[in-house]
């Protein structure tokens, strides 16, 4: 159930504990991808996770904008700090378990916002308050196809859920002019802060290759590692795992 | 042009100043109406006033949870404290301005969103960072409706954006159970906190006031009120008006 | 009681469990009336309400300075941002608690201070600290006399309670050169951040208008006001009202 | 010149740069003084320092409320966390800066003011915002009387300036029962962190020690004290003294 | 050169702008190695990186408690949070960076570290106050050794450089009771916030798998790495690396 | 028992409360002692302590950063802002009380970070989380050496500690160039903010007047204080002393 769709009554007739928070982030995919990327597809998998569990569970509105100041050498990125990433995510979780919803899920599409997540649900689980994880849902499935940024995961993805959106037009450009690696690594370190030094036009990876099936793949992939996820979330002590 | 919807090259090509971002709430609005009418409202309501000017101006995604611990005797209403929004809208607004978008019209959909918001937009523009103000747009228009909670004129506007998500076999109930006024007062005082302490269902004032049509002119006025407050945005300086 | 004027052992004798706080500000009022005007009427409201009501209350100091920044541009003009202002109040009334006079009226002189009052008031609310609300005198009172800046109302008061302090010289000059309006309005918004942007001398409205007579009718209604708010304040639970 | 008691014009037409900021705090002491003691002299003294220099100087409003936590035990005390009153004191310097008034010499009428206001000073002058110190009445006299809590010295001046608030049918009783030394002291370090475990009354001292004469004359050496400081701030660099 | 042991003109003498930082954790390191080996390895292998590079370079003294609220489980396991941490470890580099000091390399001996840090040195990069990153050892030596915790490669630098610390009396049944793996994964996803809850004596792996010249070779390893780091790290524009 | 040097299953075998947490400080000493005077003495102090008592007691790691911005005028000296030193030694003190070692002594070697370490022990004291005070070695001895600035007391007890970074050569100079007194003093108040402005050589006294063995005697004292002040730690509650 989406809470944004229903009515206060329908949410107070529910007998869950479960809730998931789709996290994205509004910032540059590429030439070719729009920047409400991580949004899109954290949105995506959180519907989808939420249809393949046989559990109820309540899916809380999109967080539309995250850490994502490394990319802004490119127009249209927004970010918060993470600071304020974190008090704005661990008060939407609070206000959820406020409710009884005290088992969340963060459904998370951005790599920027994974260690402010990690962060924020210690907290909040460590407090008592509920017991929440992030699912970062690149990382909880097994694909073939690298992941990079704009590259053939994120892009195989799109296809299938925001066809519309990815400009097929410029996706030649963007392999081409794309990067091979995030970052530039010296002794384990990585010394840039801010993508634009690495990749001129913001693609890392291919994005040409992933097609729109393997998007469809990749969602029932990370629908039923969510799902799965959901399971043992349901079995967690909430008020600390000491 | 939705930021999130397009690639980054196509922000860099703009030449506007101007943006526009919009901010709900995820909060009860009566037994017949939508966790996320303000956010589906202010949504609308910027998306009509982007079409309705002449002047280009980009449209930011949409911040879904608010200031509204006033509704949490209400089952899935979800808030962050006062602090906590500030922050996270100021910091938004201030990312917008990174990118030149220094002229911020914030359209808000959600009435305790509005002296949170006041206070950021006076802080970005004092700091210099941008001129930015809020349009509620309740506020903005001069219609008969009564606003209320939940009530003729912001159901009027979801039977027209929306008219899925309202529940109309609930709207008598939800009429002849609401209250009539917000508030319990006393000497000019608000004495209440809760709005669950003056409204047994969430409602204030008559839902079923208000039809799809009302709902279609109180949007053409919002946009036309919103396309006449760019045009002044535009002249503003920026960088403090004393 | 005044708590400046006695030694804690009659703060001790003391059984009630009511507080007044009176809240100015230090800032402009226009060239005829001084820059304390908010705290000197604020303070004269709580000694009279104090005098009015039949209940036992303690009325703590003034707090002389707020959220003025918006009359910058006038000399003199002292402020703190609303955040340390909040605190300030916060904690202050949580040491009156502490001491058992947990419902606690703030008794404002300015307007600039509301929206900061009303989130500070109901956070010490909802944690159960205390039952607290504030009482902005000239919102209180159902005067014909319009309010304005250093205007009709405000000048009227001082008139009664500080007559020496109102420089009459200059209240001719005062009326011509003021504004007929608080800031710029368009679309129900207003542009402005600072008074200086729409009054020339600081002033709104007609400081002619109200004699001393008028002053104390208005003391008199706003201490009638405050003590029927302190009867309501009386009977509220402490500890939130959900 | 008061601000609390002129318009802006009078302000504007000042030339100085200097500013008085008297500092109090509401807080038990003892049987016999009122919990105002120390606004009411940092003020008294505030005054008397500006009548006593040939500088043209401002007094800002007494801040009535300070870091006195440590009285907590009895009834009355009022205090803030030494947080926020740094900040609260520190915006009010920045705002007088704001008008040029950029030496301040914050005067203090508490022991417990100390450590904090030292802080906020060092911290606007290396900010180079203002030069500002603080002057603490009690340290800057040479007194035969001794300070204690509400003891000699404060009694006295109390008596010279606000002799009807001294219970002298109290002072008896006040000094028999009072402590002779502040702490409890092991291997230079005082182990208590509340008044109330080391002084049944909250005296410490002898108030009985000091006549009005005595503080007549602690009035004349604070002033003459504050004068002198006043020439040493008016030669010192703003901007930082590196 | 450390500058604990130097007097400031040896200091003031140098001319370099490198500094390392090394910064530890006091926690658990399982029955058999002391709580403080996150600094003793940090330093160690500051003070050997600063041998093996030609570059003057000034050490700073080590911060010894980290992030490490996950290991509270465990007797001693010392922590502050996140914020704190970062907020410490910033303020340290500013003030290297005000003594010319300006490219910073924090030189880090524990895995929950590492996410604050990377964002602590973004955030001063970015700033434009220093160019910082964080070197974590173990993740800069390409050893066969697997890390664990108080495992293999730990314990071997230990065994190097702190021989006495390591009670080897411990090791077999520190490696009988130990964790094969860090944390419970489920989906990509570890649920674990507490180490004690996957790992009943605190180690992860064999702390008997490497010797002390495994040690040695360790510590070369890394010295070499960051030497070979300090000249990239040298050649780094200050100010942003946009 | 040094918690740095022990594994956690010797620190649960100990079943005392008592907690020693030395804090320094990294900042010009004058030109012959070293940077880490204030950490090195601390600790020196606290290891001392720790033998010269009966009582079994927990040792800490050693805070080497503090509140020093005044000695910023000197090359190599570090420090933080108050707030975050407060922040980090408070969060110390809560996990050395996590673990049942709620009786803590900080054993404090710097007089910058007295005022900080006052309010951080009474701030966790009154919380209740633990009993906490600060001992500043050089206040809690009873020697005729003066105390200075790297002068007779620091540097004898350096020459009995620590006499390899004593640069003997260099003490000549050192008092000839040092100051009579710490900052310039009008009506009791300290002008100065920055050492540097009063102080040549960052000395402050006579390096030269105290022997090895003077330092030997002052460590003995401090120890024996320290003792003694252990002895009245154990015995307060725990829980505030109301």
């Given at each position: 159930m989406r809470l944004t769709d229903h009515p206060w009554p329908d949410v107070e007739a529910s007998s869950t504990d479960l809730a998931l928070l789709p996290v994205g982030s509004t910032e540059q995919?590429?030439?070719?991808?729009?920047?409400?990327t991580d949004a899109l597809t954290a949105e995506a998998v959180a519907d989808a996770g939420a249809a393949a569990t046989d559990r109820e569970v309540v899916v809380a509105p999109t967080i539309p904008v995250g850490v994502a100041e490394e990319h802004r050498g490119f127009a249209g990125t927004l970010w918060v700090s993470e600071d304020t990433f974190r008090r704005y995510v661990r008060e939407v979780v609070e206000s959820l378990a406020h409710h009884g919803f005290d088992r969340v899920v963060v459904v998370n599409g951005h790599g920027g916002n994974v260690a402010a997540l990690r962060e924020t649900c210690a907290r909040v689980t460590r407090d008592g308050t509920a017991y929440a994880v992030a699912f970062t849902w690149f990382d909880g499935v097994s694909s073939d196809l690298p992941m990079g940024h704009g590259g053939a995961r994120e892009t195989a993805l799109l296809r299938h859920?925001?066809?519309?959106?990815?400009?097929e037009d410029r996706v030649e450009a963007a392999r081409a002019e794309g990067?091979?690696?995030?970052g530039e690594w010296v002794s384990g370190v990585?010394?840039?802060?801010?993508?634009a030094s690495f990749t001129e036009n913001g693609v890392?990876?291919?994005?040409?290759?992933?097609t729109a099936a393997d998007g469809e793949e990749l969602l029932d992939d990370a629908a039923a590692a969510l799902s799965t996820l959901l399971d043992s979330v349901a079995d967690r002590p909430v008020g600390g795992d000491e």
């Open positions: 995919h590429g030439p070719h991808a729009p920047l409400g859920v925001a066809p519309d959106l990815v400009r990067a091979d690696r995030w990585n010394l840039a802060y801010d993508s890392v990876g291919d994005p040409g290759a992933g």
